[in-house]
């Protein structure tokens, strides 16, 4: 049923803009390109579809689901209700790698940096800096959180300092823009990388459910039942940085979503990681997808960076589902 659902909201997402496009025509672009014997659409309405608005919907699709499902696993293995995908400093690290190559024009040998090179360049870094400031207990929780925390705020003071001595008007409204995340950039090979990271992220978090579900009654439950804590958070806490890192790169640091879905459905289906995982990501995509859609349409032709929006809808939805939670009146 949520992949249903899914299916018809990339649909309907694809549909709406600033020129609104009826379905059919939508699913004939689609169609004409994979091959099928149909007739194809005119240039210009075909070029809106398969070039501008697909490409975007099914990104915002994937940085849905794999925040989604970074934040249900960070959450589960920190013990934290309160984890999200940035927990471990890429966030930061995206910011400053972003920022360096809008204002400093980094450049890797001769050629120059693009901004979602720059942008993953920097999560890594801030990532091994988690990991070097954790030490060899990287693989318990409250340590790393505490090194993400403070590798978090480095990267976000290098952040400012490049941009109040050296940015342009400009310049800082492109990384304004950026950092509050934006999906203007979507193009088929970002869709192709972003595919390719979450559906191995999601398979690799999956197999390790039932791990997850251990880990939800503590270390010695889950180290009781033949798993080794150290080692399977050290390789969780990897994989969401990976995926958190190219997710950033490709879209920003987009709030909220990490946070608020995977609660939304513990509430909704349960909590067994079996089940919570898939679900996050059917339920993170379409919650951005048409987060997406509401930000490049409603102030059109002006566009709101999709993370004020996700932060502005987040924010009640989460304590809506803390509310029923914890049973307050």
């Known amino acids: 049923m949520t992949l249903l659902l899914l299916l018809v909201t990339i649909a309907a997402a694809v549909s709406v803009g600033s020129a609104d496009l009826p ?33 975007r919907v099914l990104l915002a699709g994937l940085v849905g689901a794999g925040l989604a499902v970074c934040g249900a696993v960070l959450q589960a293995l920190t013990r934290n209700p309160l984890a ?90 492109s990384v304004t823009f950026w950092l509050l995340g934006s999906l203007t950039a979507a193009s088929w090979p970002s869709v192709a990388l972003s595919a390719v990271v979450v559906g191995v992220g999601l398979l690799v978090c999956w197999a390790s459910a039932t791990a997850l579900d251990a880990f939800a009654f503590g270390t010695d439950t889950a180290r009781s039942l033949g798993f080794s804590p150290g080692r399977t958070r050290l390789l969780l806490f990897s994989v969401t940085a990976l995926v958190a890192a190219a997710l950033v790169a490709a879209s920003g640091a987009i709030g909220f979503v990490g946070l608020t879905v995977p609660h939304a459905v513990r509430f909704l289906f349960g909590s067994r990681h079996r089940t919570l995982l898939p679900t996050c990501a059917v339920i993170g995509a379409i919650f951005l997808i048409w987060a997406d859609t509401v930000a490049r349409t409603v102030f059109a032709p002006q566009e709101l960076p999709v993370g004020v929006l996700t932060a502005l809808l987040g924010v009640p939805v989460f304590a809506l589902v803390m509310r029923r939670r914890t049973g307050t009146p």
């Open 23 to 55: 379905i059919d025509s939508v699913l004939r672009a689609v169609a004409s390109h994979v091959g099928l014997p149909v007739h194809p659409l005119p240039a210009l309405p075909d070029s809106i579809v398969w070039d501008l608005r697909l490409p």
């Open 84 to 173: 999200d995908p940035f927990l471990l400093g890429v966030s930061s690290g995206a910011s400053t790698g972003a920022v360096a190559v809008l204002v400093l024009g980094v450049q890797i040998g001769a050629g120059p940096v693009d901004l979602t090179t720059g942008a993953f360049v920097g999560s890594m870094a801030a990532f091994g800096a988690v990991l070097l400031l954790a030490g060899r207990r990287a693989g318990e929780p409250t340590r790393i959180v505490l090194a993400g925390v403070a590798v978090s705020q480095l990267f976000s003071a290098v952040t400012s300092l490049i941009v109040i001595s050296d940015a342009h008007t400009q310049d800082t409204r």
